[in-house]
């Protein structure tokens, strides 16, 4: 096997997650001390736990929504570890959660409106502007998720079929994985879904080249170029070893 580039493909950081620990910066250390070649920063949006005051306008909260990647990015520059921008979508009042690939901080400033839209709305937006929807821990049971888990596979690009740890209670990866079977269009990711910098390195997604952009890590992922990282290990798309 030929060098692998690792990736973390969902990660909080505490300027902008309520429920993170580290800050951008300390992730980013972290993970290149951890051997990672880079990093997707997935702050909740300001529909989920997000950090961010809600009576601001909305120029201002997308300002202090990037601030958690501005940080990691600006670290990862003066240590060499590439840092990429993305978002955990809350979609209230539901609550699941939906990873959002491959779009800007321009493309937020366009949509003051994108909290209001339904996940039908949101999904065809999100499409229409080359980015890539994943569905986060899509049968994960929590607090704040309100309905009983329903996918909509017609909506999403892909699902998170390793969240954290593979035999996780909480995140029934399994089912995810039932589900990805189900629908073979669907792309499958793995993501620690860190919060602190405990757990680096159990999930995430490794590739045989660098990833240069948002969108290189798109068109990596739908050519199928990727591994998926499962405690700690490189694996295939069935989540064997490798
Ligand atoms: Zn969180
Ligand atoms: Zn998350």
Redesign the pocket.
Known sequence: MHKLYKYET???TSEV?RCAVNTGAEMARAYKQAGFTGIFV?D?FVNGNCAVPSDLSWEQQMNLFVQGFENARAEGEKIGLDVFFAW?YGNPPTGE?Y?TYNLDKEFLLAHPHLCSLSFEEYSELVGKNGGLIIH??PYRIASYITIPPNPRADLIDGVEVN?TVSDSVRDQNHLAWELAREHPHLIRTS?T?I?STDGIGLGGMAFPYRIESSSHFVEALRAGDGYLIIDGEVTDMEGRPI
């Open positions: 969902h990660l909080h997650s997935t909740h955990e959660d990873l986060a821990h969240n993501g879904d919060h």
